[in-house]
């Protein structure tokens, strides 16, 4: 691996099922983080992680969970999907002295 | 809460003409960071800014911090059709956390 991969790449879900977002980096990153990305739109934040172990709030939390349980994975949580969390999803991580932010590939979901 | 405000939304430019984008703070930043996101692509680091009247320049890209750490500006000479895309900039505030503007989108003529 090579920096930050999401999978999968794309995935249309059914209302009401759950899914989960995979995120890994292999930057030894402190922070790690989950937008949200609508058309037209700009970046939302959904969670971030400053360091393994723990996990905050951002912008957009509802409907969303994630954990951290250790530096390189962070995962996103839908427990119930609705139609509104259609969007692209991108992973992101930082080191914390210089707060540049890394971004993975994405991944695309639709919810019907 | 604190926000980065970025215009315009969009910019239409024929090919060889100038680009520029305007980010504003409510409050002083501790830095501003510039994105490039390629159309379906990921948002992809371009540069950072700390000091008060700071500017920066890649190749045809000047980037300026304001005196007061409160705008920024991107500024693209005689765009290229490689310019296309949407251009971010994001704000670290006093809590360490990096807001976001809205983006600009370039949008080359045809």
């Known amino acids: 691996i090579a920096g930050i991969t999401q999978a999968p790449t794309s995935q249309i879900l059914a209302a009401g099922r759950r899914m989960t977002l995979r995120c890994t980096q292999d930057?030894?990153?402190?922070?790690m983080y989950w937008y949200r990305q609508d058309l037209g739109l700009g970046l939302r934040l959904i969670h971030y992680?400053?360091?393994?172990?723990?996990?905050g709030k951002g912008e957009v939390p509802d409907g969303y969970s994630v954990s951290r349980a250790n530096t390189d994975d962070f995962p996103l949580t839908l427990a119930s999907a609705v139609p509104s969390q259609t969007s692209v999803y991108f992973c992101?991580?930082?080191?914390?002295?210089?707060?540049?932010?890394?971004f993975g590939p994405g991944t695309r979901l639709t919810v019907l | 809460g604190q926000q980065v405000m970025q215009i315009p939304q969009y910019q239409h430019v024929q090919e060889g003409e100038d680009f520029t984008t305007y980010c504003n703070s409510s409050?002083?930043?501790?830095?501003i960071q510039w994105y490039k996101q390629r159309p379906g692509g990921h948002p992809v680091f371009l540069i950072q800014?700390?000091?008060s009247g700071e500017v920066k320049k890649q190749k045809r890209l000047t980037f300026q911090f304001g005196e007061a750490k409160k705008n920024s500006s991107l500024h693209i000479t005689a765009t290229q059709t490689t310019d296309v895309g949407t251009y971010f900039c994001?704000?670290?505030?006093?809590?360490?956390?990096?807001?976001w503007g809205a983006g600009t989108k370039l949008i080359i003529k045809p």
């Open positions: 992101a991580s930082s080191d914390k002295d210089t707060d540049t932010q890394y």
């Open positions: 930057m030894r990153h402190n922070a």
């Open positions: 992680s400053n360091t393994a172990g723990t996990t």
């Open positions: 409050t002083t930043l501790s830095n």
């Open positions: 800014l700390v000091k």
């Open positions: 994001a704000g670290l505030d006093s809590n360490y956390q990096l807001i």
